[in-house]
């Protein structure tokens, strides 16, 4: 370890504390080692907030470390027994764990907290206030002072959004410290103050067509948030910059503002907000992909916008700008020409990509992308630098890129660059006749189908205009979801769905995009001889034979293409020692890997390379990224010194603070407290902020695997939880119909919670969605035949996770406390033995009968003297005792008439 990282783990180990370091300076390696010191000894440590991979990746570095394998980090995941759970807690050792586990396990006793040594956070930027790990912080410190809270994080920006967020934070965490470490700290210069030398900043200038996309993309983005600043008068524009909206965060900071006030807003509105997201990462797309997948993109775009089944949609605003169609046509010139453009006759369609897919009046231009080039004469000058500076021979190569798709990319790009074929763009050559076979077949789906793909009437009549009949736009399998979402449910448009599934329908066109050509004969191993003539040999293989033995290649001869990974990028760097380093996307955080790793070896000499397309988007987001870092390093370190040291909460009596008043007016005088209230709450509904509300409120909570219901707040009373997401899709899958009818079967007072966002409007629909009639596509028209046809059911309407609370503690005040085990009982498959005090013959009939179950068979024992009874009854009374619909099932099978279908 270097110093500085020495220095952060003495101080963590001397106090606990949350700490922010700056991305790439090792964090991990500092979490590993502060693992490592718990790996001998007595101990039972936990690790919350990891990834599977991240865990992975611990238990590599604990055993290159050489720790003993019975004592390194073991994982304890969903389908873990309880009994074998608590064996390993009282066993010992260091566990990494879900929070939803521990919080279940902590609250039913299963893992002794009082032995428990510490609790580490990892990733500790994701731990909100009401999250679950606030729950198992609080319950941890409650019943035990002594252990350790020791958090990680490198992120933060996350630390300065909104109010307090460090003290927040801090208090969730029950922490009072935290140790700010970022890149200009004094210690951390010093360290690596040698480490940044020898590198090479290659910018590359874009070609005239990604210039002329790129400023166009921009005028539709700065276009879009003057709209948005013009449409609504109730939020605060001042972020609301060009600069901004190149990132991610925009997005957020753009519905924090607007969620509130979501249902006042219009439609257009709405779209906007969708539109600035697809316009950004469109931005992003354009220096991240070639030409022929850009072009596809836009065309998604173009199909999204366009009728469906013959419905007219809201098209996106930005699509009919003069910038907008200058964007789409240049992007298809990058692509390919038609007989109409003016310089049709400068571009032939090379011979050796000849094929049926290509229509034949197109000729193709598959520009590359400049880096590509670029890329191969670095690798041509480390080839020569190598045989000169390392006695003859190559050296190792490490190339990082953003995504594994260019990875395979440039891959496939070197190896077969300047080959006999004299093929020089095999990677397009194989997007392009993949792109063409695939409209081809959309076309053919589109005739048949009869959508309409065309463009804004606005552009219609632009040289962008498909090749073939009509627009001949790729529609997208994805399309079928949209208008369908919780979105497009609530606010009646399907802008929002446009972003939110743009994503999504990249993805698709890149695997249609990316299947490898057909290989001509299959059964064959081509083995490469460089020393015969002829470049390939046929080896024909039979079903026993073995193959050649190959020798491995030296380390010294590999090229390694790999994308930024976060904390893998680490173990990359050690596991390939690279001598070059070509960094083909910019990242700081790598950037900052690379110095740790030259001070950590300085007798290896690295020599990198830093690609960056001048003058883009991606400059400015490399460069701003930066300058946030530091913003808000400053920020946390004048929040440090002027904010409330948050205090550690003391737990209070439940008794006292939850006493009610015996009163002649509550049940006569008579309710006696035995003690705190308490809550039995579904295991899934773990997964919300309610139940650590509700512990912080002083509530008892039981979890349980539940058959009816959420929450069981008293012997008679069941609550079905349902957010407006949720509330959605129970509706349109039917599960909401029957979760009402078994707790309207089981319990006296079924109720249904609609719980809302506290962050977002209290509003089910917008008022531009409401109906004047029962509609039944209409989400309040569902909710008015589902309190029609269960009149026992009680809604609630709460505005957030706090009120919900509230209403509880209120409604258990004059309520007995619900028996888990007979809660849990409730509905269970197999819960009861067979009644022997009825006749077994019938008893057997009764229950093979449609429509009966082991839940109801019981009720029609209890109900009807025989068979005979059950068979006279009326579907009414028949329904009245077990359900709507079992009940229907089986009068119907008991009247039908014999040969004929029921």
């Known amino acids: 370890m270097l110093e500085f990282q020495k220095q952060i783990l003495t101080e963590i180990v001397a106090e606990d504390g949350l700490l922010i370091l700056s991305k790439g300076l090792g ?53 873990t027994p309880a009994d074998t759970r608590n064996a390993m807690y009282r066993s010992g050792g260091v566990f990494s764990i879900t929070s939803r586990i521990l919080a279940v396990d902590m609250l039913l006793k299963r893992i002794p907290i009082a032995l428990i040594t510490g609790i580490i956070v990892y990733n500790a930027h994701r731990v909100k206030s009401n999250s679950m790990e606030e729950l198992i912080l609080r319950i941890y410190r409650e019943e035990n002072q002594e252990g350790f809270i020791k958090a990680f994080s490198d992120q933060p920006e996350a630390f300065v959004t909104g109010f307090a967020p460090l003290q927040n934070t801090l208090k ?34 874009m070609t005239l067509a990604m210039e002329k996309i790129q400023q166009s993309l921009v005028e539709c983005l700065e276009s879009t948030l003057a709209e948005i600043r013009r449409s ?149 000058e480390i080839e020569q630098d190598a045989k000169t500076t390392n006695d003859g021979q190559s050296a190792p190569v490490l190339i990082m890129v953003n995504e594994k798709r260019t990875c395979s990319q440039l891959k496939e790009y070197l190896s077969r660059l300047n080959t006999e074929t004299g093929d020089t763009n095999p990677v397009l050559n194989r997007l392009a006749k993949n792109f063409f076979k695939w409209r081809g077949t959309m076309n053919q789906i589109q005739k048949a189908g009869g959508l309409s793909f065309a463009r804004p009437a606005a552009t219609t009549n632009s040289p962008s205009a498909g090749p073939s009949t009509g627009r001949g736009a790729p529609p997208n399998k994805r399309r079928r979801v949209r208008g369908g979402s919780t979105t497009a449910a609530l606010s009646g448009d399907r802008a929002a769905t446009l972003s939110q599934t743009f994503r999504e329908d990249i993805q698709e066109n890149l695997q249609v995009l990316d299947n490898p050509e057909e290989e001509e004969e299959e059964g064959l191993f081509q083995a490469i001889d460089p020393s015969a003539d002829q470049a390939i040999n046929t080896i024909t293989l039979g079903a026993n034979d073995i193959l050649p033995e190959f020798e491995p290649v030296p380390p010294k001869r590999l090229i390694t293409i790999q994308h930024y990974d976060n904390d893998t990028d680490e173990q990359v760097l050690q596991d390939v020692s690279p001598r070059f380093i070509i960094m083909y996307d910019p990242d700081p955080a790598f950037v900052r890997r690379i110095e740790v790793y030259r001070a950590m070896h300085p007798n290896v000499h690295v020599q990198v390379y830093f690609m960056l397309y001048d003058n883009s988007v991606e400059e400015q987001n490399y460069l701003s990224l930066i300058r946030k870092e530091k913003e808000a390093f400053e920020s946390l370190i004048r929040e440090k010194s002027i904010m409330a040291i948050p205090l550690p909460q003391k737990a209070g009596n439940p008794e006292d603070t939850f006493v009610r008043a015996v009163s002649s007016r509550v049940a006569g005088g008579q309710l006696k407290v035995a003690g705190p209230p308490q809550v039995i709450v579904d295991m899934r509904e773990f997964r919300s902020s309610l139940p650590p509300i509700l512990y912080a409120e002083g509530v008892k909570i039981l979890p349980y695997t539940l058959q009816v219901g959420d929450y069981i707040l008293s012997p008679e009373m069941c609550v079905e939880r349902k957010s407006i997401a949720d509330l959605i899709q129970s509706f349109r899958s039917g599960r909401l119909y029957t979760q009402c009818e078994n707790m309207c079967l089981y319990y006296k007072k079924p109720i249904l919670l609609i719980e809302f966002d506290q962050s977002k409007s209290f509003s089910l629909q917008s008022l531009s969605d409401m109906k004047s009639n029962i509609v039944l596509t209409d989400l309040s028209s569902k909710l008015v035949l589902l309190t029609l046809t269960f009149p ?111």
Not at 177 to 186: A, N
Not at 238 to 257: C, H, L, P
Request: contains cysteine.
């Open 27 to 79: 964090l991990f390696n500092v979490l590993c080692s502060f693992i490592q010191l718990h790996c001998t000894g007595k101990h039972l440590v936990l690790v919350l907030n990891t990834t599977p991979q991240q865990i992975d990746l611990v238990k590599d570095t604990l055993i290159a470390n050489e720790v003993p394998p019975d004592r390194i980090i073991q994982a304890i995941e969903y389908d």
């Open 232 to 380: 609504t008068s109730m939020i605060d524009v001042e972020d609301f910059t060009v600069e901004n909206a190149f990132f991610k965060s925009f997005d957020m900071i753009v519905r924090r503002q607007l969620d509130p006030i979501w249902h006042r807003i219009s439609p257009t509105t709405k779209q906007l907000v969708g539109d600035l997201k697809v316009l950004r990462q469109l931005l992003s797309y354009l220096t991240s992909y070639d030409c022929v997948s850009f072009y596809s993109f836009l065309e998604t775009v173009i199909a999204s916008n366009a009728s469906q089944d013959g419905k007219q949609v809201r098209q996106s605003q930005w699509l009919f700008l003069e910038a907008a169609d200058t964007a789409i046509t240049t992007a298809r010139l990058r692509f390919y020409l038609r007989p109409t453009d003016h310089d049709y006759k400068l571009t032939d369609i090379p011979a050796s990509i000849g094929s049926s897919s290509i229509p034949d009046k197109l000729k193709l231009v598959l520009e590359e992308q400049p880096k590509w080039n670029l890329l191969g004469e670095i690798l041509k």
């Open 792 to 902: 026992k059911i009680r809604i609630i309407w709460s505005s957030s996770p706090h009120e919900t609370a509230a209403v509880f503690k209120e409604l258990k005040k004059t309520s007995e406390e619900p028996s888990a085990d007979a809660a849990a009982a409730v509905g269970a498959e197999g819960t009861e033995e067979m009644d022997t005090t009825h006749n077994m013959t019938p008893q057997e009939i009764l229950r093979n009968l449609p429509g009966i179950t082991s839940k109801n068979y019981r009720i029609i024992m209890s109900n009807m003297e025989n068979l005979e009874e059950l068979t006279n009854s009326t579907e009414d009374r028949i329904q009245k005792l077990i359900g709507e619909e079992p009940g229907r099932k089986l009068y119907r099978f008991l009247h039908q008439r014999a040969g004929t279908e029921s």
């Open 172 to 205: 969730s965490l029950q922490l009072r410290k935290v140790h700010l470490w970022p890149r200009f700290q004094v210690l951390v210069s010093d360290n690596l103050s040698d480490a940044s030398e020898d590198v090479v900043e290659l910018r590359q200038p």
